[in-house]
């Protein structure tokens, strides 16, 4: 299971962190889940290309006083470090796995890379306006982190005014889950585009396929913005479609700007498939990491998305979880991306948002050249770094031939899952006993894989020890690491790790009766 899927689009299955540790589990295992659905028929239904839902999470919003020590704070233009005047109120602490200091309000959160972080503090319309009239006197803070802060139209209106005086103050504006509409995204689109922001992340807001054009505004306009964010908002197939269209009608001499975008779960099928593709073959398209899990490609998205695109000379990311492709579709992948000069990541595993978003997971079987095909790809794509094979359906006897003639003469590669969902049961035929036979095979094999992919690590990361490179390198191989880092909250972190641990259960439906949401949207 890829992990990157979860921390790239913030999704979280409703699944996970359900039941405690020491209670048993009842929900059916991966692989379980991946052959009950099994391969997808590839029929689409209209409302797969529309959308996927972008509600927030369910949340109530902050009280005026919990926020007021981090608002004075700010206005006061407080860095990192604690007033002097309350100096031993607080403490500065460390922020797990990177050290970086910073200092935590009842509620809020300053580091010293510059980051503001009130993700999941729930300021709603009340309060975006003191945090904004606070941040008018603070020129510390560069990156502006409101993740599930559902601040609606007024809040959009706000950081409209805020851009239009301080166009050059914030670098990041992470943005999920505010309850952001088409009407919202307009009022802020042109700030934003005139902005220095180099990163705008706007997931889980139903922008609708309508906000194609200011996107297209945006994209075009913005000579700093690097990644953009577009997971869950309801663009659409066709709305997608139409964006790229747009972009490949830039006419200027000079690039685009934008590196990476990201669009899980926005219900790209094979139309906005093929306007993607001629964006990738445009003379000023420069995108290094495209992010398209939970959609409904299927084979025939799979075959438009990745027709010619070795010709690309950008792309170095492609995550394709659960896009309901199968081993057809595989082989036009591998085939069409075998020898592409940049590509350093591709993962065609299973996302943990799969049933969550009514998705369909990949199911990769044994046919008469898909092994052999994938051996070519990783033996002759000459920068690739990670292959993310997880939950296939293919046999051990594919596996360990891939892995045989690929993976053990790779000397690119450095980090590689390959497993399946189908085991043998019984001894009864010819194909289980080979089977078996197989798996044990397998089984010694991965001393050898550890072993080539380590020798890999030491060469193309040198000084860098193996632990370091599985524990933190992996994530910058699936995402642009210095726009990933600036996004990096210890509220988020928290949470999603008490969920893995089933030490909290993370509310993903709101309440027929809450009027929460209807009452930030009429703000």
Not at 109 to 134: A, F, N, Q, T
Request: proline share 6%.
């Amino acid at each position: 299971m890829s992990s990157g899927a979860s921390q790239a689009s913030d999704i979280v299955s409703a699944s996970e962190g359900l039941y405690p540790a020491e209670e048993f589990d009842p929900r059916p295992t991966w692989s379980d889940r991946v052959k009950l659905q099994g391969p997808w028929n590839q029929q689409r239904t209209p409302e797969e290309l529309l959308r996927a839902p972008s509600l927030p999470m369910p949340v109530s919003i902050a009280t005026a006083e919990s926020l007021t020590p981090c608002f004075d704070h700010i206005m006061n233009n407080g860095t990192h470090l604690p007033p002097p005047t309350l100096d031993k109120k607080y403490e500065i602490e460390a922020e797990p796995n990177y050290e970086t200091p910073y200092i935590e309000f009842e509620k809020g959160v300053i580091y010293e890379d510059r980051r503001m972080d009130m993700c999941k503090m729930v300021l709603g319309p009340p309060g975006i306006d003191r945090l904004l009239d606070s941040l008018e006197q603070n020129d510390f803070i560069q990156h502006f982190l409101l993740g599930n802060n559902i601040i609606g139209p007024a809040g959009c209106r706000r950081i409209a005014r805020f851009l239009d005086k301080y166009p050059n103050r914030m670098d990041t504006w992470y943005l999920a889950g505010n309850c952001i509409d088409s009407f919202g995204f307009e009022a802020m689109v042109d700030g934003l585009a005139r902005s220095v922001a180099t990163n705008i992340w706007l997931k889980r807001n139903p922008l609708g396929p309508s906000s194609k054009g200011p996107l297209a505004r945006l994209i075009r306009t913005s000579t700093q913005l690097r990644t953009l964010d577009l997971d869950q908002t309801e663009l659409g197939d066709d709305g997608v479609a139409k964006l790229f269209n747009s972009l490949c009608e830039h006419d200027s001499e000079t690039a685009l700007s934008l590196q990476n975008i990201y669009m899980n779960a926005v219900g790209v099928g094979p139309g906005a498939c093929a306007s993607m593709n001629r964006f990738l073959l445009s003379p000023t398209c420069q995108l290094e990491s495209l992010y398209l899990s939970n959609n409904p490609l299927g084979n025939g998205g799979i075959a438009a998305l990745t027709k010619d695109l070795t010709k690309n000379t950008t792309l170095q990311r492609l995550m394709l979880s659960s896009t309901g492709l199968t081993s057809y579709g595989a082989t036009a992948l591998f085939k069409s991306l075998t020898g592409h000069p940049t590509l350093i990541a591709l993962d065609l595993s299973q996302s943990y948002a799969t049933e969550d978003l009514n998705s369909h997971f990949n199911y990769i079987s044994d046919t008469e050249d898909i092994t052999e095909t994938i051996t070519d790809f990783i033996f002759e794509t000459p920068n690739l770094r990670l292959l993310d094979l997880s939950y296939t359906a293919l046999s051990y006897t594919s596996i360990n031939q891939l892995i045989t003639n690929g993976v053990l003469r790779s000397a690119s590669l450095c980090s590689f899952s390959c497993s399946t969902v189908v085991q043998p049961v019984s001894y009864e035929s010819q194909h289980d006993k080979e089977e078996h036979k197989a798996r044990q095979v397998n089984k010694r094999l991965q001393s050898r894989i550890k072993t080539r992919l380590n020798l890999n690590i030491e060469v193309h990361y040198p000084g860098m020890s193996v632990n370091k490179f599985n524990s933190n390198e992996v994530r910058w191989l699936k995402g642009p690491k210095e726009d990933l880092r600036k996004i990096d909250s210890v509220y988020r972190n928290r949470d999603a790790g008490l969920a893995r641990r089933g030490l909290k259960r993370l509310e993903k439906r709101w309440s027929e009766d809450d009027k929460t949401l209807q009452e930030v949207m009429r703000s």
